[in-house]
């Protein structure tokens, strides 16, 4: 039975908020032709399969679909692997080598903004407008609607909606982070879901940076028949 990890990527500093994630670290051992329905059945916004934990080779799905990057998928795994296995220096997923790091209590992985999904950005007029929200503007069904909540200090407030990848809404999304930090050109501290926070800023060679804390949530055995 393969051991399914479940940790809480983005957490705020007092704990909160944070985007689930499943991690198979053995992910070898789960038959390529498997990993879609499991993630499907799992339900997190991301599952994650391992297959080289040594050179951090590693393949992502939501629901439904594979993505070849992703935020909190890569950050988590970064973690995870330092934590449980050993750290290593990048991950590989499909689109490419992601170089990561730990600070203090914040890990950081960096992408290129080419990699994350074509989310639509829309700018709302204040905090409050994007918290009134009950689902994505109209015509967006992959969508970052975000304000500033204080400009001058790079503090932001966003909600992100991806039907097209069957997540009504995403607690905490890392690669929308990624893009956002590469539209802005400048360091951004994303305030997300229901108490989330990701760091991103511009770094070289036209990647950016994401960052944030890291909660082990579970460990157990997947069974074929689970369903959440």
């Not at 909600?159 to 951004?188: C, H, K, M, N, Q």
């Not at 994401?210 to 997947?222: C, D, K």
Request: proline content about 9%.
């Amino acid at each position: 039975m393969p051991e399914l990890h479940v940790v809480s990527v983005f957490c705020g500093a007092d704990g909160s908020g944070g985007n689930p994630l499943g991690v198979f670290l053995d992910g070898a051992e789960v038959p390529e032709g498997d990993r879609q329905r499991i993630a499907a059945e799992l339900g997190f916004s991301e599952t994650v399969f391992v297959d080289d934990a040594e050179r951090g080779e590693m393949r992502l799905f939501t629901p439904g679909v594979e993505l070849p990057f992703a935020g909190h998928p890569v950050v988590g795994t970064a973690w995870l692997l330092a934590r449980e296995r050993s750290p290593v220096p990048a991950l590989h997923p499909p689109a490419g080598a992601v170089p990561v790091r730990t600070e203090r209590d914040v890990t950081f992985a960096a992408g290129r903004p080419e990699w994350s999904p074509p989310f639509d950005f829309v700018k709302a007029g204040s905090p409050e407008e994007v918290d009134a929200l009950d689902g994505p503007p109209e015509g967006h069904d992959l969508v970052d609607v975000w304000a500033w909540i204080d400009e001058p200090a790079g503090i932001a407030r966003s909600r992100v909606f991806a039907p097209r990848y069957g997540v009504a809404e995403d607690e905490a999304t890392g690669s929308a982070a990624l893009s956002l930090g590469a539209i802005l050109g400048r360091p951004v501290d994303v305030r997300q879901g229901t108490g989330s926070r990701i760091l991103a800023r511009p770094v070289a060679d036209g990647m950016v940076e994401i960052g944030g804390r890291v909660e082990l949530s579970e460990v157990r055995g997947y069974s074929r028949r689970e369903v959440n």
